[in-house]
């Protein structure tokens, strides 16, 4: 098979040790077959209870570790890990599979090629997230959004990323969609016309204290950036319960689990009198 890249991806066999470095990705394989992992990078936080080796951050894996861990095959994404700590595993010998989706259609379909290639079958969280996506109303009214996920410097999510894609599909627009990631300086972000700065926990931990400040004229959204930039259960509607740090139930209904996007007053910062 081949990866989102293109790249062939030839397995001895059915898998057996699995190293992720991409903690969305961790989260997929181990919510449907996680006695296959047997490594993930310091980041991998969910599921809370998982015991493998740790081989470092997604940026700077350490490539020794990740082959200590005899893989047969290391699960990658092209945004949040190297090319050369990709070709380094490769030139090793080990199989590398590399996701890139830039939409939720793109990830919805990445996630189901990238489980056949670890031997597993379509779960049902996946199947789950697809009818949701596809079943979503059409937003007549719109938000013009700035999202931050660095400072010194900043650095936003811009066009054709999964992230802007999924807010557009929410009825939030992303007013820094020319470059993938840009990196304006703060007045251009002050004054760029965005009705909401959104400021996710990773990966830089913006806070009420470090980022909201920055902004003073414009309203804040502190949300849980796993909602946010992971692809994955997710995406699942039985997966939402609070995810943006809202004391929302579960529901059937998508808005519950984007009700910080959806009626965002229980978990922006307002902006000072």
């Not at 999510?157 to 999964?162: D, I, N, Q």
């Not at 995810?243 to 808005?255: H, L, Q, R, T, Y």
Request: hydrophobic share 40%; charged share 25%.
């Amino acid at each position: 098979m081949k990866d989102d890249l293109g790249e062939e991806v030839t397995l001895a066999g059915r898998p057996r040790r699995i190293v992720s470095l991409v903690p969305s990705l961790t989260q997929s394989v181990a919510v449907t077959g996680r006695d296959l992992l047997v490594g993930a990078t310091d980041f991998c936080t969910h599921p809370t209870d998982l015991a493998v080796a740790r081989v470092g951050g997604s940026k700077y894996p350490r490539v020794a570790d990740v082959l200590a861990c005899e893989p047969d095959l290391v699960l990658a994404d092209m945004d949040e890990n190297r090319k050369d700590d990709v070709l380094m595993l490769r030139n090793a010998g080990v199989p590398v599979w590399v996701v890139n989706p830039r939409t939720v259609p793109q990830a919805l379909v990445s996630l189901g090629r990238m489980l056949r290639m670890c031997g597993l079958g379509k779960p049902a969280w996946l199947t789950d997230a697809e009818t949701v996506w596809a079943s979503l109303p059409e937003k007549t009214e719109t938000v013009r959004v700035a999202i931050p996920v660095w400072r010194r410097p900043w650095v936003l999510l811009g066009g054709a990323t999964f992230s802007s894609d999924l807010l557009a599909r929410l009825g939030y627009v992303n007013v820094f969609s020319g470059e993938r990631f840009p990196r304006p300086k703060l007045a251009e972000i002050q004054t760029s016309g965005a009705e909401l700065v959104i400021l996710p926990n990773e990966p830089y931990e913006f806070t009420a204290e470090d980022g909201p400040e920055a902004f003073p004229d414009t309203d804040c959204a502190l949300v849980d950036g796993r909602f946010l930039t992971w692809y994955g259960p997710t995406l699942d509607a039985g997966h939402r319960a609070a995810g943006f740090g809202c004391a929302v139930e579960p529901s059937n209904d998508i808005g519950s689990w984007y009700a910080w996007i959806d009626s965002w007053e229980c978990c922006r910062t307002r902006r000072g009198p």
